[in-house]
């Protein structure tokens, strides 16, 4: 069993920073596939971006965040991270964590954190 809890969300202004944290307790953290997604009002989940597990290092990014946000893992600390830059309002939503077993061509959102929240105003 795996516990994700986020951190780090909050109130920026476009054209801003904010760096997101998934901590995670539990088993094998470190060998699964790691993930965020967002949720705006009224809108679908959608897919943000994705890092791999074990010694594998690879990420892969929704084309809307590709260049402006960063994500890495710490497996010392157990810990994801989401480096966002440049934010627009369309980055505004809930961020969930999670994770899974597979690898970046498919892997299962096993685990699911309870959210955090960004919202970029003008």
């Known amino acids: 069993q795996v516990q994700l809890v986020e951190s780090g969300g909050g109130l920026v202004q476009a054209g801003g920073s904010l760096r997101l944290s998934c901590a995670a307790s539990?088993?094998?953290?470190?060998?699964?596939?790691v993930g965020w997604l967002r949720q705006a009002p009224g809108m679908e989940r959608e897919f943000v971006a994705a890092?791999?597990?074990?010694?594998?290092?690879?990420?892969l990014y929704a084309d809307s965040v590709m260049g402006r946000f960063t994500i890495s893992r710490d497996n010392a600390k157990n810990t994801v991270y989401l480096q966002m830059k440049d934010l627009e309002l369309e980055d505004t939503g809930v961020y969930y964590c999670?994770?899974?077993?597979?690898?970046?061509?498919?892997?299962?959102?096993?685990?699911w954190g309870q959210g955090t929240q960004v919202t970029v105003s003008l």
């Open positions: 999670s994770a899974g077993a597979g690898n970046l061509r498919a892997w299962r959102n096993d685990y």
């Open positions: 539990g088993r094998m953290f470190d060998s699964y596939v």
């Open positions: 890092v791999a597990g074990g010694n594998d290092s690879n990420s």
